[in-house]
């Protein structure tokens, strides 16, 4: 039985990717920054799943030792983790670089940059001493290079293209045989932090809503096909991503269908 661990899988990615694993009979642990929705999650995760193979722990991936108190509490609980899922992300307020706060900027920059980078440094160590491991960091909009860059969101697309600047020089610097390091990118999801961008601006939504409802992959389809990823691939590097090109191609394809 494989021991998961996933950074902010209070909602969104994170808790739906929690939810696959346990349907798969995985141990997981999951967390948050707030002691309220960690507890909430595991709350929800316990009402369907058995209760030994689920724990949750506060974490903010900005501070390191918490990181770490992460790693040594699932540890504790499991007594070894397989598989470590770097998720814990966030985005700015869609606005021009400038006009957001420096405060919301280095938000934005230590939870989604610090964050990954202190969850790499506190699995690649864990893994390193058991002698096995597999770690994958999350990326996002920015990650694949394309010029998908969206108006107001420079700050947090940034930081997911220096991610995977990172996680393609880690694939290369792991010489470890039994550990494996890789990425994730789930394409458009209408989580949370998306639908967050269009609250109280609803003609914005009214512009926007058709497109997202075709570009944009139900948690339901996304999380269940990432981990069946990452419980079977074997390859170092692996970039894994939902949102291809061919699958893009056939969603607009049937585009004038649905709306019919």
Known sequence: MKTIVITGSTRGIGFALAREFLRRGCNVVISGRKDESVKM???KLTQKFLAMQVT???CDVTKYEQLQNLWDQACKKFGAIDIWVNNAGISNAQSKPWELTAEEIKSVVETNTLGELYGTKVAMQG???????ALYNVEGMGANGKNNNVKGLSIYGMTKAGLHYFNMCLAQEVDNPGIITGSLQPGMVLT??????YTGKPEEWEKVKGILGVIA????EVAPWLVEKMLTNQKKGAQ???????????KFALMPFKRK
């Open 41 to 43: 999650a595991v709350e």
């Open 56 to 58: 949750g722990f506060v």
């Open 127 to 133: 893994f390193i001493k058991q002698g096995y491991g």
């Open 192 to 197: 949370d932090m998306v639908l967050g961008q």
């Open 217 to 220: 992959n139900p948690l339901e």
């Open 240 to 250: 894994i991503a939902f949102g291809s090109t061919l699958r893009m191609l056939k």
